[in-house]
């Protein structure tokens, strides 16, 4: 595998370098001094995509509650059927639970691709754009296969579901749903 990225002159430093500059892009704008510098890079990374998916997460809720609750609120929605401050305070800190955690699976992947352990492609014409593709639904296939079982542990393993889990539900019900409840799945 070595030799195959040497003989295209990619190697996991080039991912290295992509992630370092994403890192520089958000913490570097984001978070006040450069203390975080001086972190190991898989740190830098969890704290990347930990501010950045808290800023996503934070963005895309208040611009739903603004959009759906105040601007259109008549349009979509009944008037009894907007949660309480209280609510959505608690599923902030639900989803703020699991983001720290949930943010750290991608520095996982990271750190396989970038330490060389994964086959791994930089550039599509290393691959052709037919096996791209290929590579692309089975990583998809791959994920949503994990996701889908690792929800439903949380469900079979009743310490799982008890200390875990059980707190995701008490916010599927009516009036009680809000945009920020369950998207920190889709932030990271």
């Known amino acids: 595998m070595a030799a195959a990225a040497a003989a295209h002159g990619v190697g996991p430093n080039l991912f290295v370098e992509e992630t370092d500059w994403y890192n520089e892009i958000l913490l570097g704008a984001v978070v006040p001094g450069d203390w975080w510098r001086g972190l190991p890079h898989p740190m830098r990374s969890w704290l990347r995509n930990t501010v950045g998916g808290f800023l996503l ?7 739903w ?18 949660p309480s401050i209280e609510a959505m305070k608690k599923q902030i800190i639900v ?26 492609y930089f550039h599509v014409s290393e691959v052709g754009w037919p096996m791209y593709f290929v590579y692309l639904a089975l990583y998809l296939i791959f994920v949503e296969f994990g996701i889908y079982w690792m929800h ?8 799982l579901y008890k200390y875990l889990h059980a707190t995701h539900h008490i916010y599927n019900k009516e009036n009680t749903l809000s945009p920020f409840a369950g998207k920190v799945l889709l932030k990271c």
């Open 57 to 63: 997460y934070f963005v895309t809720g208040f611009l």
């Open 65 to 82: 509650c603004f959009v759906i609750y105040y601007w259109k609120r008549h349009a979509y929605i009944p008037k009894d059927s907007i």
């Open 95 to 120: 989803a703020s639970k699991a983001m720290v955690v949930y943010c750290a699976l991608p520095v996982v992947s990271e750190h396989m691709i970038e330490s060389g352990w994964t086959r791994c």
């Open 152 to 159: 439903r542990e949380l469900h079979d393993i009743k310490p």
